[in-house]
């Protein structure tokens, strides 16, 4: 039995464009190694409202950095309306030759402006004598606070990877939140085991970022590893619309690109806008979405053909060129009209490749010629003789787009 597939595409390929436009023009794109998309900006008229970021030295001899305000930007994510900034590391450290504790807590305060603490972070604790609070308000200023305590009484209770208060805790981060404060409760401050574990350590981090190691407890290997400061993922968005339908009708609605669309934003207020499937860029900027786009009008058939062995599959598709590819066995010997078919389909010059109906009817034919073989010789007897109208064909409709298909897309001119 042979079975031939023919998948008809007429596909239409948009090309990547190159260099895609980040920010507005004769803005800067980037702080250091940090790329700033528009809506963010740094110079005047390079960014809405509520998105203005420095670029600036820590140190005279510094490098440069990425800041809102007090807070270091580390990256812009586009494409999820978020934004990854650092995070002061809150801790409290028992000294045992004063018996005294000094403690540092931080806060972070996005209060009235388009951020939001995510609910990818989480409130994490370590330490083996440790009792953290985390202190929130929601843009209602609806208060929210959870408490977060880890202990230990030897090393060797503590396991890596498991936070789950032995060492170490964690809580999550409710929706909507715009203020973190952290606070340590003193009447756990680490001298009961100031042996080998000093130091408590409290943060509002990004989730996926950590990992509990032993060493965070008893060394100061937690805070080495961020250098103080841990990543925290921001959601940003635009306007305090809460609907992106209400947002649309105002005269500065933010998704001015073609081929872009606006989403309601599911942590806090407003929307963000994001390419259409296909498009990719900057949807905030004019004809910022660009990209490969690719539309396909496909049909596909399946032939049965009895009395044969063979296995034939084509794959046919019309773009720039006609691509065909052929999976075969013995085609050369057993099948030479089949075989002269394809040689046809892959002819390098695109004038002397059939067209897509001309493939189908020779198909069509030959499925006719096997199924009846009293006939063969004479083309117009067998459709006479035969005279099957189409949608009695034994056929199988397909949706075929393989990797065979775009590999071969480049081996002709088109037509």
């Known amino acids: 039995m042979v079975i031939v597939c023919i998948s008809l595409s007429r596909t239409l390929y948009l090309s990547v464009a190159e260099g895609l436009a980040v920010a507005k023009p004769d803005c800067r794109t980037k702080c250091c190694d940090v790329d ?171 989730a996926d970022n950590f990992t509990f190691s032993t060493t965070f407890v008893t060394g100061y290997n937690f805070w080495d590893k961020y250098n103080g400061r841990a990543p925290i993922l921001i959601d940003w968005s635009i306007g305090n619309e809460t609907y992106c339908e209400a947002a649309s009708k105002g005269s500065n609605y933010a998704c001015v690109s073609s081929n872009s669309v606006c989403i309601n934003k599911q942590n806090g207020m407003g929307y963000i806008c994001s390419c259409s499937e296909g498009y990719e860029g900057n949807p905030y900027l004019n004809n910022g979405c660009q990209g490969t786009h690719r539309k396909t009008d496909n049909t596909g058939e399946c032939y049965k053909i009895e009395n044969t062995s063979l296995r034939v599959k084509l794959v046919v598709g019309t773009s720039v060129g006609l691509a065909v590819a052929l999976i075969l066995s013995g085609l050369l010997e057993h099948e030479p009209d089949l075989a002269e078919l394809a040689r046809e389909c892959l002819n390098m010059e695109g004038e002397r490749r059939p067209e897509m109906r001309e493939v189908a009817e020779a198909l069509d034919r030959l499925r006719k010629t096997m199924k009846h073989p009293w006939v063969q010789d004479n083309p117009e007897e067998t459709e006479s003789l035969l005279g099957e109208p189409s949608n009695n064909k034994e056929v199988e409709m397909t949706s075929y787009h393989s990797m065979e298909e775009r590999a071969m897309l480049a081996m002709g001119s088109g037509r």
């Open 36 to 206: 700033v998309p528009y809506p963010f900006g740094i110079d005047p008229g390079c960014f809405l409202e509520g998105f203005h970021l420095n670029c600036s030295k820590n140190a005279t001899d510094g490098p440069y950095m990425l800041r809102y305000g007090n807070i270091e930007v580390l990256e812009i994510l586009l494409a999820t309306g978020q934004a990854r900034m650092d995070n002061h590391i809150s801790w409290q450290c028992y000294d045992v030759k004063t018996n005294n504790i000094t403690t540092f807590i931080w806060q972070k305060n996005f209060m009235s402006t388009q951020y939001v603490i995510s609910p990818q972070n989480k409130f994490v604790t370590i330490g083996c004598d440790t009792l953290a609070y985390n202190t929130m308000f929601d843009h209602k200023y609806d208060e929210y606070r959870t408490a977060c305590g880890s202990n230990c009484y030897s090393q060797a209770s503590l396991a890596n990877g498991s936070c789950s208060g032995i060492g170490c805790c964690e809580s999550p981060i409710p929706p909507g939140i715009q203020y973190s404060s952290v606070s340590f409760d003193k009447n756990f401050n680490s001298s009961s085991v100031a042996n080998f574990s000093r130091c408590s350590y409290a943060v509002v981090m990004e």
